[in-house]
Nanobody, 123 residues
């Protein structure tokens, strides 16, 4: 069973930065793409960033140039560096493991999910 545990959320002023981390259990972390999703109240869950097994990346248009996803296969972790945060980035952020190794950008392509961490950006 794969477990994903997020950390690093919190409250930050607009323009500030946060770094989210996700620790994964299991021995096959490096084989799978990993993603960060977010869900704001009343809105659908959306893919923020994804990283394939070999480091290819995908970003939601609204976060390009501000967010950076990275992975450390030796430590089975995936991180999301978020800079120049905006109030519209406020949401619960989820770490997820994809069903395969290539880039995935839809929630249905992910089989394991963390419990989420709250990110709140004040104006």
């Amino acid at each position: 069973q794969v477990q994903l545990v997020e950390s690093g959320g919190g409250l930050v002023q607009a323009g500030g930065s946060l770094r989210l981390s996700c620790a994964a259990s299991g021995r096959t972390f490096s084989f799978y793409a990993m993603g960060w999703f977010r869900q704001a109240p009343g809105k659908e869950r959306e893919a923020v960033a994804s990283i394939s097994w070999n480091g290819d990346t995908y970003y939601l248009d609204s976060v390009k140039g501000r967010f950076t996803i990275s992975r450390d296969n030796a430590k089975s972790t995936v991180s999301l560096q978020m800079n120049s945060l905006k109030p519209e980035d406020t949401a619960v952020y989820f770490c997820a493991r994809a069903r395969g190794g290539g880039i995935r950008s839809t929630a249905d392509d992910y089989g394991y999910w963390g419990r989420g961490t709250q990110v709140t950006v004040s104006s």
